[in-house]
């Protein structure tokens, strides 16, 4: 099927969608290697591959997701110049004030067939080639004449569409955009159809939030929005569930082909069992009636009898297991008590690199001291996903957890919290934190920073709620960057504190200042504040608290009161006291704001500016009065 996909017999620029699914261990992924090796053979090398695995955090992120997707775009040779504007126009409106060069360096590593790597080639400041900020017409005679004819002909059109809309709407286009890209290059390259590879399609559900925008949503809406602008592309995607689009819109019904993954035949059977040397007939059929043609029981079902047999015991048909959970029961069972504690432990991390190895070692886990990392990987149970990383079969980490949770939470807790441990300490920018630890330095890229966050942040959070919580005050106190990650874990905290109380006062009104800073203008944003503001007004130690919320949102709008929504003014404005010992007299403006009077509110602020004689009040009101004049466009 992938073959006549690959080369269809009447080639055409539609849509094409392959979509496998079935239950875990049935060697989907395996089936994608494949593909992907297929992809290398001379007829098809010259072919762009994509390929991506949803369990990997910044994989399901829209924005992150996509970049990734043009990442790997750009190494083969395909121009991504909308892309990368519209990229770098979300980046300056949701980021202000970091650089972008450092933040995301993948953006400038190519240098041909790439306006900003070009413009950082020829030593254009950041400042000066941010979309949005405009590109000067003296730096376009600078660029090479192929980038340049890009800007004229299409490049002008892209940035004014990027001047019109807000983060959210760029977030939401950023599908478009890459689609505008591959469209593109498809047509100067019509035999170079790129093959894009999408790997366990259904951790996209995993953490959905209850709604939002496209680049909200922890479903796979972006994913198909994406499907929807690169026509021409093949897309494969395998998981657990089939790509149900043609439910959602029936157009998609012709263009998508569901190849449920059924049980292994007879001959692939057959195959593995003499690949095991199970000669024994009566063994053999007891292995495939367990088995039910599954490949990852029945390798583990193989592994069991060989294990039994290397301990001198005879292998009859009653010593074999019955279901697919026996076989893993019976497998385990037969380990020693050394390794079973080993492979409980590395059930835990989502994917487990040699450095976790030799840092749970340090951490005197468990029997990790008796055994090579070399022999435990070559267990059934394990596949290699890069030369020093490996996963554990996601059904048999799914079973060991489970395990545990049910015979041994303290152990489980107790590995969580030191797989915890590794990741956020490689996060840290201090590197101190790693000194001796066997921890390497995955701080210095964003991307690779935020999948060790998300990861610290998913075991600690399982672990101890409470933990994860005070690590989120503490982790992200300093200023630094408002990813969407960082975003995501700061409202999931937040959730965690549950109804406010005078006990967790101070925790929520930090979370909440923490969020205000890390995304100030977005709805969701202003929506916790405005929530925190509500509960701390009714407590009553909640002055100061208050107080600092809005010093904190005053000092946002300084900052750049050209951004600034209304909702926020209206918080910054109210206070409980109001006239009498109000942080500065706005009732008034706030009452009109609230009645969405912008006029009015400009002139209550006016009048108090010329009224108030105290430089603070003084400044701050002039603050509010501009931010009220551009927020009203007048």
Known sequence: MFENLLWPAMPNMDYQVLSMYGVGGQGKTTLLDRFARRLSDPDCSTRPLVRLDMAITSHRDAVDGLFTVRNQLRAARVATHAFDMAFARHFALTRPGRDLTKDYPELFRF??????????????????????????????????????????????????????????????????????????????????????????????WRDRPAGGAI???????????????????????????????????????????????????????????????????????????????????????????????????????????????????????????????????????????RELWEFLISQRMPAFDGYLASDVFQEVIFRQASPDVYDMHEKVRDHLIADLEARDPSHLDSARLAVFDFYDRASSADASKREGSHVPDLSLSLKSRDECLAEAAMQVRLASPRKFVQWCLERFNARGSGSNLRRSLLDQAFELIGAIDSDSLGHAAKLAHLRLRSDPWSTDGINLLQGVVDMVSEEPAGAELLQDLRNSAFNLIRGNPSAVPPRLLQIVCAHPSARESAWWPCLEIEEALLREDVGSAMQFAKSWLVEQTKPIIQDGLFVVLRAIAVASDR
């Open 111 to 204: 240098k041909e067939d790439s306006i900003f790597g070009e413009l950082v080639d020829i030593g254009v400041e950041a400042a000066d080639y941010m979309p949005g900020a405009g590109l000067a017409v003296s730096l376009l005679a600078r660029l090479s004449n192929k980038v340049s004819a890009w800007y004229r002909t299409r490049g002008v059109d892209v940035l004014e569409q990027l001047n019109e809309i807000g983060a959210q709407k760029v977030a939401d286009s950023l599908p478009m955009f890459l689609g505008y890209d591959i469209a593109a290059f498809l047509r100067d390259h019509p035999q170079r159809r790129p093959v894009l590879i999408f790997d366990t399609y259904e951790a996209l």
């Open 215 to 353: 680049s909200d949503l922890g479903g796979d809406n972006w994913l198909r929005r994406f499907a929807e602008e690169a026509k021409g592309c093949l897309f494969v995607i395998a998981g657990r569930r089939r790509v149900a689009w043609k439910d959602i819109d029936p157009t998609w019904a012709p263009w998508i082909v569901s190849v449920p993954l059924d049980a292994l035949g007879r001959g692939a059977v057959d195959a593995m069992l003499d690949a095991g040397r199970i000669d024994a007939s009566d063994v053999r059929k007891a292995l495939k009636d367990a088995a039910e043609g599954h490949p990852l029981s029945l390798a583990v079902g193989i592994r069991y009898c060989q294990m039994r047999q290397l301990a001198g015991a005879a292998v009859t048909a009653p010593d074999v297991p019955r279901t697919h959970r026996e076989i893993l029961d019976r497998f385990f069972d037969h380990l020693d008590p050394g390794m079973r504690n080993v492979l409980r432990t590395l059930a835990v991390p989502t994917h487990i690199r």
